[in-house]
C-alpha cells in the first residue's frame, strides 16, 4: 500500500502517519467502509485510488463515465496515433533545451489528420526545417477523433508533467504549389498554344486524364472562356465534347453550365458543333431528371433546331426529345398559360423526312419514348406500316421493331384491311406485316422480323399456321410438299407395278382467273426464314419456332417437319440450335418413323457437341412404334462403335428411353437379349459397351414393366446384379421374381418431414447441441459417432449428401477444437509439449482448411451459414494465437500479431453487425464485450483472456439451409486404365484429352482449374478457356479440353497425376456493410486470400518423353 520506505511511522497508540494530503482521502474511506462511490471530484479520487493501489475501486472508477471518456477512450484513440509518445518526449526535449537560456520556448506542432493531409504539408514542413525552426509532427492516424481532440491530449499531457503552456494558432501562410490545378494547368496550355492544332493536341492530352469533381466548375469556365475566343470549329468541337463528358462527372451537378451551353448554341454557325452541343444538352439533361423546369427548356431548344438543314442536328434534336420529352403540360415562357407539347406527333412528323437517317432516328426517339415508359398513341401505328416499304435498311429494321411494340400495346384493336372491307385485330395485322419483312432484300431486317415473330405469342392460331403454308403451283395445281408425299407414301399401299391407289382419278378444273399467284402476309413466313441464304436468319427463324412452339402444342406438332430439316443444314451452329429446339418442345411432339431417321443420320456428325445434344434430345423424345426404338437402339449402337468416347452419353440416353417406352421395348427383349425358347445361347461378354447399353435400355423399361423379367435368362439376372452395383447411377432398383429389392426409394406420398433419413438427420444433430453437458471424453465420443452416422447417410441418401457433409465437416472443426483445448495440453509449460503444440498448431491449420471448404465448395449456403463458418475460423485463428505465443521467446513478435487478431475480430463485427444478436453468449460476443480492455492490455494478459474465453465458449446451432450442394467433378477422359504410355519428344509438347463432368459448381469459367503434378513433384496449372465448358443442364457443366504436357527425357515412363481444383477468394461471400463502404479498412485485414480445393478424384496418366533424336 505504501511506495516509499517499508517501515511505516506509528504514534503511541499505533495508529499509521500518511505523508499525503488528506483532501480526498475521505471518499476513499467512505467506499472501503460502505463501498459508496464517490459522487463528486471523480478524477482528483481516482488518482488518490490509484496511489494507495485499490484496484476495485480503479476498476469500478474507470467505468464511470468522467474517467471512462478521459482514460479509458483516450487511451485507445492515442494507441492509434503512431508513436504518440515518442513525439512528446521530442517536444518536450525541445522545449527545455530552448528554454535554457530564457524563461520560455515555443515548438511548432503539425498535426495531419489523414495520409493527403501528409502529402500537403511535405513542403511546408521542409521550408521549416530550413529556417532553422523546432517542428513535432503527429499523424497521420486511423482513428474517429480529429486534429482539435489531439491537440487537447498534447496539452493534457504536457500540463500532467508540471509544465505551463499556450496554446496559439499559426496565421496561414502562402505555400508554392508543386501540383496546380486541373484549371490553372489548362489555362496555361491553352496560353502556350500559338495555332488550332495546338490547342487541340492540348485538349486532346487533357482528355485523357481524370478531373475531380471538385475541379470541374473551374475547368468548365476556362473551357468557355476559351470558345468564345476560338474561330477554328473543330476546336470549338472538341470543347463541345468536353463539356458533355465533364457534365458526367460523379459528385458534379451540371445545371450551372446550362445557361452558357444554350447561350453558344444560339450563336453557333457549324453544323458539327451544334450537333456536339446539342449532345452536350442530352447528357445535362439525362444527368437531372428531376428537374422539370431543366427538361421542358432542353425540349423546347430541341424542337427549335428541328428545322436545321443538317441531318446530324435534326438527329440529336430527335434524339434529345426522345430521352426527355413528356406528355406533361408545360409553362410557356410568356407565363400567360399552359401549353401542351405533343412530342409523339413532332416526333411523327419527322417519320416522312427526306433524309434516311433522320427517318431511322425518329422512329428510334419514338421507342426511345416506350422505353421511358410512355405509352405511345394507336395512330403511329399507321405511320410505321407505311415505313416498311422504305428504300433504305435501317429505316425498315426500325419500323419493325416499332410495329412489334404497337402490337403489345394494343393487340386486341380492330384496324381495316387495305383494299378490303374486312376487319382484323391488330395484333394479327402487325404478325402478317412482319411476317412479310422476313422476304426482306436485306438480311439485318429478315434477322429482326424473324426474332420479333417468337415474341408475339397473341396472335390467332390460323394466323399462326399460315407461316408455315408454303404452297408451290403446278399447272395451277398446288405442288404436295416432300414431308407430305412420303407421309402418303408411308401411310397408304400401292400395286406391284408401283402406281398408288386412286392415282388416275379425274382432277377438278381450275379456273385460270382466280389463281392467286403472289402469297401474301403471314403464308410461308418461316419456311422462308428456314430456307434463308444467311445462317443468322435461319438461326432467328429456328429460335422464333422454338418460342412459339413452346405456347401452342398444335404448332408444335405442325413445325415438326421444318425442325427435322434443319438438322441437315450445312452450318454447325444452325444444326446444334435446331436440337437444342427441338428439346425443348419434345413434351408436346411424337416422332413418325420418317423423321425419326432424319434425326438419327446426325449420330453420324464428326461433332461432338452435335453428337451430345442429339443424344440429349433422343432422352425426352417420344417415339411412335418399336420399329423406332429399335432404329434408334441400332443407330446408337453404330455410333458406340464409331466414337467410342460417347459410351457414358450413349448410356444415359438409353436409360430415358427405355424408361419412356416401356411397352415398345417389350416385344423388342427376346430379340435384343438373343434368347430361344427352347435353346440355350451363348452368354455374351459384360466387357462388351454394347451389350451393356443393350440391357441399360431393358432394365429402365422393365421398371414400369412387371411381365418382362419373365422373358429373362440366368446370365441376365446375374448380369443385372453387377450392373445395379457398378452403374448404380444407369441400373434402377427392379422387383425380379423370387428376389428382393435391390433398394427402393421412398414413397412419394411421404411427406419430406416424415422421411426416416430427414428424421435421423435431425435427431442426430440435436443430439450433438447438449454437448456442453458431457464431460470432454464423452463429448469427443458422440461427435465422432455423428460424424461417422452422416458421413454414411450421406453415402447412402444421395439427394441428402450435400446436408449430411456438410454438417459433418462442421462438427469435425468442432471436434478439432476440442481436441487442441484439452486440459492436459495447457497445464504444463509449453517447452514440454512442444509435440502437443504442433498437434494445436495442425488443428488449427486443419480447420481453416475445413471452414474454407464449408464456404466455398457447396453452392446454397446463405448469410447466416457464412456467419458461422467465419466465427469458426475466428476461433482457429485465436488457437493459433495462443500455439504461436506459448513457443515464441520474446514479447516484440507478439504485439503485431495480437493487433492483427484484434483488427480481424474488428472486421468481423463490420462485416457481420446485422447477425451479432445471433451470437449471445459465443466466442465473439463475449471477445467483443472486452475489446476495450484487449486494446490496452499488454500480448501476454490479450493470450491469457483468449485462451480462457476459447475454453468456455459453447457450441454454436448451425442452421441448415433448405437446399445445398456439394461441388464435384468427374473426370471421365482421361481413364487412368490404359497401360500404354504416351510417347513424345523431350523438349516439345503433347496433347492429353480431359473430358469432366462438374455438378453444382458456381461460375465454373473463373473456378475451375486443371493441375497436373508430376513424379519430380513438379505441378503445372492450366486455366481452361471460357469456350471449354458446356452447360447441359440446371447445376450440370460439362468441361472439355485439351491440356498440353512436357518436360526433359526420361528413362522409363512414368505417372502424372491429373486432377480438378477450385479456386476461391476469402473477400467473394462477405457482405457488404456501410462501415466498409464508407470507411478504411486496415491494410491486414483489406488483403484477401487466394487458395484451391480439389474437388475431384487424382487420375493417373503414363506418359513417356524421349530424348530427341540427334
Given at each position: 500500500?505504501f511506495?516509499?520506505?517499508p ?29 459508496r ?9 481516482y488518482r ?34 503512431p ?8 517536444m518536450?526535449h525541445l522545449?527545455?533545451a ?12 503539425c498535426?495531419?489528420r489523414?495520409e ?8 511546408a ?10 517542428v ?9 477523433p ?10 493534457m ?11 496559439e ?26 495555332s488550332?492544332a ?6 486532346l ?5 481524370p ?8 475547368v468548365?469556365?476556362?473551357l468557355l ?18 463539356l ?33 452541343l ?5 447528357a445535362?439533361g ?19 433546331h ?9 438527329n440529336?434534336c430527335l434524339?434529345?426529345?426522345?430521352n ?27 417519320f ?19 422505353e ?6 394507336q395512330?403511329?401505328?399507321n ?18 421493331q416499332l ?7 394494343y393487340?386486341?384493336?380492330i ?14 395485322d ?6 412479310h ?7 439485318v431486317?429478315r434477322v ?5 415473330l ?64 403472289i402469297?401474301s ?11 434463308d441464304?444467311?445462317?443468322e ?10 418460342m ?23 452450318i ?20 413418325r ?6 434425326v ?53 440416353c438409353?436409360?430415358?428411353l ?5 411397352t ?39 421398371k ?8 429373362f435368362?440366368?446370365?441376365?439376372f446375374r ?6 452395383d ?5 441400373v ?14 421412398v ?21 450433438v ?7 470432454p471424453q464423452g463429448t ?13 447417410l450421406?453415402?447412402?441418401q ?12 462442421y ?10 483445448l484439452q ?5 504444463v509449460?509449453a ?7 504442433d498437434?494445436?498448431s ?7 482448411e475445413?471452414t ?7 453452392s ?7 456467419v458461422?463458418?467465419h466465427?469458426?475460423?475466428l ?14 521467446r ?11 487478431f ?21 466466442f ?12 490496452t ?18 457450441f ?6 433448405e ?14 486404365e ?10 516439345l ?5 480431359v473430358?469432366?463432368t ?14 497436373v ?8 496449372m492450366?486455366h ?42 476469402s ?20 488483403t ?23
Amino acid at each position: 500500500m505504501f511506495s516509499s520506505s517499508p517501515k511505516a511511522c506509528t504514534d503511541a497508540e499505533g495508529r499509521l502517519f500518511i505523508d499525503r494530503p488528506g483532501t480526498y482521502f475521505g471518499p476513499i474511506l467512505d467506499y472501503l467502509r460502505s463501498e459508496r462511490l464517490p459522487t463528486h471530484h471523480i478524477l482528483e479520487v481516482y488518482r488518490e485510488a490509484q496511489f494507495y493501489e485499490i484496484k476495485p475501486l480503479v476498476k469500478l472508477l474507470e467505468d464511470m463515465p468522467q474517467i471512462f471518456g478521459e482514460q479509458v477512450a483516450r487511451k485507445q484513440f492515442l494507441l492509434r496515433v503512431p508513436g504518440y509518445s515518442e513525439n512528446l518526449e521530442l517536444m518536450v526535449h525541445l522545449a527545455r533545451a530552448e528554454a535554457v537560456a530564457a524563461r520560455s520556448s515555443a515548438v511548432l506542432v503539425c498535426a495531419v489528420r489523414s495520409e493527403e493531409d501528409a502529402a500537403l504539408c511535405a513542403d511546408a514542413l521542409r521550408i521549416l526545417e530550413g529556417e532553422k525552426r523546432s517542428v513535432v509532427k503527429f499523424g497521420p492516424w486511423k482513428a474517429a477523433p480529429q486534429v482539435k481532440d489531439l491537440l487537447d491530449c498534447v496539452k493534457m499531457d504536457i500540463e500532467a508533467r508540471g509544465y505551463q503552456q499556450q496554446q496559439e494558432e499559426i496565421a496561414t501562410k502562402k505555400l508554392r504549389l508543386t501540383k496546380p490545378s486541373k484549371s490553372a494547368a489548362l489555362h496555361i496550355d491553352l496560353c502556350k498554344a500559338t495555332s488550332p492544332a495546338d490547342a487541340l493536341q492540348y485538349l486532346l492530352q487533357f482528355a485523357r486524364k481524370p478531373v475531380e469533381a471538385e475541379s470541374v466548375e473551374g475547368v468548365v469556365r476556362i473551357l468557355l472562356e476559351h470558345y468564345y475566343k476560338e474561330n477554328d470549329p473543330s476546336v470549338r468541337l472538341k470543347i463541345a465534347s468536353l463539356l458533355g463528358l465533364l457534365s458526367k462527372t460523379a459528385g458534379f451537378s451540371p445545371d450551372c453550365i446550362m445557361d452558357d451551353a444554350i447561350n453558344i448554341l444560339q450563336n453557333e454557325k457549324s453544323h458539327q458543333v451544334l450537333a456536339q452541343l446539342l449532345d452536350t444538352l442530352l447528357a445535362i439533361g439525362t444527368k437531372l431528371p428531376e428537374n422539370q423546369a431543366i427538361q421542358i427548356r432542353l425540349v423546347d431548344v430541341a424542337c427549335k433546331h428541328l428545322t436545321d438543314t443538317s441531318h446530324g442536328v435534326r438527329n440529336k434534336c430527335l434524339q434529345l426529345l426522345g430521352n426527355l420529352g413528356s406528355l406533361e403540360k408545360s409553362v410557356t415562357k410568356d407565363g400567360e398559360g399552359l401549353a401542351v407539347r405533343d412530342v409523339q406527333k413532332i416526333i411523327g412528323d419527322y417519320f416522312s423526312d427526306q433524309d434516311p437517317r433522320v427517318r431511322t432516328a425518329a422512329i428510334k426517339a419514338m421507342l426511345q419514348l416506350h422505353e421511358r415508359g410512355l405509352k405511345l398513341h394507336q395512330a403511329i401505328y399507321n405511320q410505321a406500316c407505311k415505313l416498311l416499304s422504305d428504300d433504305y435498311e435501317q429505316v425498315r429494321s426500325a419500323a419493325v421493331q416499332l410495329i412489334w411494340v404497337v402490337s403489345q400495346l394494343y393487340p386486341e384493336s380492330i384496324v381495316p384491311i387495305p383494299s378490303s372491307n374486312e376487319e382484323i385485330r391488330l395484333v394479327d395485322d402487325a404478325f402478317g406485316k412482319i411476317c412479310h419483312m422476313v422476304s426482306d432484300g436485306s438480311w439485318v431486317v429478315r434477322v429482326q422480323a424473324a426474332k420479333l415473330l417468337g415474341s408475339m405469342e397473341q396472335v390467332s392460331s390460323h394466323f399462326l399456321e399460315q407461316t408455315l403454308d408454303k404452297k408451290l403451283m403446278s399447272d395451277l395445281r398446288r405442288k404436295r410438299t416432300a414431308h407430305e408425299r412420303a407421309k402418303e407414301l408411308y401411310s397408304s399401299g400401292e400395286f406391284s407395278s408401283g402406281r398408288k391407289w386412286g392415282d388416275d382419278a379425274p382432277k377438278e378444273e381450275i379456273d385460270t382467273g382466280a389463281v392467286n399467284l403472289i402469297e401474301s402476309g403471314a403464308c410461308g413466313a418461316f419456311v422462308h426464314g428456314l430456307e434463308d441464304e444467311m445462317y443468322e436468319v435461319r438461326i432467328a427463324a429456328v429460335e422464333a419456332l422454338c418460342m412459339l412452339a413452346q405456347s401452342s402444342p398444335s404448332f408444335a406438332e405442325k413445325c415438326l417437319d421444318f425442325l427435322v430439316d434443319m438438322f441437315n443444314d450445312e452450318i454447325e451452329e444452325v444444326r446444334l440450335q435446331s436440337i437444342h429446339t427441338m428439346r425443348k418442345i419434345s413434351n408436346n411432339i411424337t416422332l413418325r418413323e420418317d423423321q425419326l431417321d432424319t434425326v438419327l443420320a446426325v449420330l453420324e456428325d464428326s461433332s461432338r457437341d452435335i453428337r451430345e445434344a442429339l443424344h440429349e434430345l433422343l432422352c425426352c423424345t417420344n417415339v411412335s412404334t418399336k420399329e423406332g426404338i429399335h432404329l434408334a437402339l441400332v443407330e446408337l449402337l453404330k455410333n458406340l462403335t464409331k466414337y467410342p468416347t460417347d459410351r457414358d452419353s450413349i448410356w444415359k440416353c438409353l436409360k430415358f428411353l427405355g424408361s419412356r417406352h416401356p411397352t415398345l421395348v417389350l416385344p423388342l427383349v427376346p430379340e435384343l437379349l438373343s434368347t430361344h425358347p427352347f435353346f440355350d445361347t451363348a452368354e455374351p461378354d459384360m466387357d462388351d459397351p454394347a451389350y451393356i447399353a443393350v440391357l441399360v435400355l431393358i432394365f429402365n423399361a422393365a421398371k414400369t414393366c412387371p411381365t418382362m423379367p419373365a422373358l429373362f435368362s440366368d446370365h441376365t439376372f446375374r448380369h443385372y446384379a453387377y450392373l445395379r452395383d457398378s452403374l448404380s447411377h444407369l441400373v434402377p432398383a427392379l422387383r425380379l421374381p423370387g428376389r428382393k429389392l435391390v433398394s427402393s426409394a421412398v414413397s412419394p406420398s411421404i411427406a419430406p418431414h416424415e422421411d426416416p433419413s430427414h428424421q435421423f438427420l435431425q435427431q442426430s444433430l440435436e443430439r450433438v447441441y447438449s454437448l456442453q453437458h458431457l464431460d470432454p471424453q464423452g463429448t469427443q465420443e458422440l461427435l465422432e459417432f455423428t460424424i461417422r452416422d452422416l458421413q454414411r447417410l450421406g453415402e447412402l441418401q444421395s439427394e441428402l449428401a450435400g446436408v449430411a457433409d456438410f454438417s459433418a465437416t462442421y462438427l469435425r472443426c468442432q471436434l478439432l477444437l476440442i481436441k487442441a483445448l484439452q486440459e492436459k495440453l495447457w497445464n504444463v509449460a509449453a517447452p514440454l509439449y512442444l509435440k502437443q503444440s504442433d498437434l494445436a498448431s495442425a488443428a488449427a491449420k486443419q480447420i481453416m482448411e475445413e471452414t474454407y471448404k464449408m464456404e466455398f465448395m457447396y453452392s446454397g449456403v446463405e448469410n447466416k451459414q457464412v456467419v458461422i463458418i467465419h466465427h469458426m475460423r475466428l476461433q482457429a485463428k485465436a488457437l493459433q494465437l495462443i500455439v504461436t505465443a506459448r513457443t515464441t521467446r520474446g514479447v516484440d513478435p507478439l504485439f503485431g500479431m495480437c493487433e492483427k487478431f484484434l483488427q480481424e475480430v474488428d472486421f468481423f463485427q463490420r462485416c457481420f453487425i446485422a447477425d451479432l444478436p445471433h451470437l449471445q453468449d459465443s466466442f465473439v460476443d463475449k471477445l467483443l464485450d472486452l475489446m476495450p480492455r484487449l486494446m490496452t492490455s499488454k500480448p501476454v494478459e490479450v493470450v491469457k483472456i483468449l485462451q480462457t474465453m476459447l475454453r468456455q465458449s459453447t457450441f454454436l446451432h448451425l442452421p441448415l439451409p433448405e437446399q445445398i450442394h456439394k461441388a464435384s467433378a468427374t473426370i471421365i477422359e482421361p481413364a487412368g486404365e490404359s497401360d500404354n504410355p504416351l510417347r513424345f519428344t523431350s523438349g516439345l509438347v503433347v496433347a492429353l484429352d480431359v473430358d469432366a463432368t462438374l455438378e453444382h459448381v458456381q461460375d465454373p469459367q473463373s473456378t475451375v482449374k486443371v493441375q497436373v503434378l508430376y513424379p519430380d513433384g513438379q505441378a503445372q496449372m492450366i486455366h481452361p478457356k471460357p469456350a471449354d465448358f458446356r452447360n447441359p443442364g440446371p447445376g450440370r457443366h460439362r468441361l472439355i479440353t485439351q491440356v498440353y504436357l512436357s518436360h526433359t527425357a526420361w528413362t522409363e515412363p512414368c505417372q502424372v497425376e491429373v486432377r480438378l481444383l477450385l479456386a476461391y477468394n476469402s473477400n467473394s461471400r462477405i457482405p457488404k456493410s456501410p462501415w466498409i463502404e464508407g470507411g478504411e479498412v486496415s491494410p491486414q485485414v483489406e488483403t484477401s486470400i487466394e487458395g484451391t480445393i480439389p474437388f475431384s478424384k487424382s487420375v493417373k496418366v503414363y506418359i513417356m518423353p524421349k530424348p530427341a533424336r540427334r
